[in-house]
């Protein structure tokens, strides 16, 4: 739970640095994770408030997330994630893909662009799970000539990575290899 506040709290401070209110539940619809604690009680629901808050900004800079870099960078963020195990069952798989054409800032881009370079990446991480995460981190890396944009990443991996309703530490750690590619102090997202 701990690690949950810290990032909240971080979220927070971040957001009122970039001066952003979060956007009133823009499309959050029904995906948290279900009956997580009683309506009111916030430890419960601190994880879908704090992914709920990266889809708010996220969906602040949706204009701003427009190019290929970014479009490239957060599908192997998210391939990272949906693999950060080592396995990545079929379910899961379709799971992640629904939440990246789901997602309101990456519809700026066609979804079978999306599908097409997410399931490019988890199948390279499936046959050679370094080589892969070495070449889905060099895309990743692309990103870190605009600070908002490698910010956006990160933000959609944890988005994805969240929205199970836990946060394994494999897929902490996956955040941490792609904070560290993009040169953003891990810290600033709590993990």
């Known amino acids: 739970m701990a690690m949950w506040d810290k990032i909240k709290d971080q979220a927070k401070t971040f957001q009122q640095s ?17 009956g997580g604690g009683r309506p009111g009680s ?9 992914i709920g808050m990266f889809k708010s900004q996220l969906a602040s800079a949706k204009n701003e997330l427009k190019s290929g870099a970014y479009r490239d960078a957060s599908m192997a963020m998210c ?38 370079r997410f399931n490019q990446h988890v199948d390279r991480l499936l046959a050679n799970f370094e080589q892969g995460k070495a070449e889905a981190l060099q895309v990743i890396a692309k990103a870190a000539k605009k600070p ?4 956006a990443v990160v933000q959609t991996g944890m988005v994805v990575a ?19 590619a993009l040169n953003i102090p891990p810290s600033e997202f709590g993990v």
């Open 162 to 180: 969240g929205a199970d309703g836990s946060f394994e530490p494999s897929e902490q750690y996956a955040i941490r290899e792609a904070c560290t």
């Open 79 to 116: 391939a990272l994630v949906a693999a950060a195990d080592g396995r990545v069952e079929p379910a899961e798989r379709q799971r992640v893909e629904e939440l990246i054409v789901s997602n309101e800032v990456l519809q700026n881009f066609p979804a079978d662009q999306l599908r097409q």
């Open 148 to 151: 908002a944009e490698a910010r």
């Open 42 to 50: 916030s430890s419960g629901g601190s994880k879908a408030q704090l």
């Open 18 to 34: 970039q001066g952003t209110r979060g956007a009133s539940g823009s499309g959050q619809g029904s995906h948290g994770p279900a």
